[in-house]
């Protein structure tokens, strides 16, 4: 099954933020620069509560320990920030991967987008797709 991109804006009218017009970026780079612009919004799909699904145990016993293994740099910077545009009205404990780099993301109970480590298992339930799709 293949998966169609529904996205709700015209590509020359969208300008990101270097002045350029969304429609100009060939489409082979388009996806990431639509991931790194935040061009999809927060998911319209709804999240279970936290009385369905509580804050996973994982998410609140994150250490510091695994935040020194987290990935460093301009792509992790670029992967964090289409993550933070994705998840920025969600619930804590709602999460992605990154279609840039495979790597997990999540949304802390204070707010914060904070990378995760692969081999945390965080409820299915809570993910939320990286963009708007149509099957």
């Not at 970026?25 to 612009?37: C, G, I, K, L, Q």
């Not at 799909?45 to 320990?65: C, H, N, Q, Y």
């Not at 935040?67 to 792509?75: C, D, I, K, L």
């Not at 920025?88 to 914060?112: F, I, Y």
Request: hydrophobic residues 35%; contains cysteine.
């Amino acid at each position: 099954m293949t998966k169609e991109r529904n996205v709700g804006l015209n590509h020359d009218d969208y300008i990101t933020s270097t002045g350029r017009r969304l429609g100009e970026v060939p489409e082979f780079a388009r996806h990431e620069v639509e991931w790194m612009e935040g061009v999809h919004g927060s998911p319209k799909d709804g999240l279970p509560s936290d009385a369905e699904v509580p804050v996973p145990e994982v998410i609140k016993k994150f250490t510091m320990r695994a935040v020194s293994r987290r990935p460093r740099g301009a792509t992790a910077m670029i992967d964090a920030a289409g993550a933070n545009h994705r998840l920025k009205n969600c619930r804590a404990g709602a999460w992605l991967v990154s279609p840039r780099t495979g790597h997990k993301w999540a949304k802390w109970g204070g707010g914060q987008i904070m990378w995760v480590p692969m081999d945390f298992d965080l409820p299915e339930s809570l993910r939320v797709s990286n963009r708007e799709e149509v099957q």
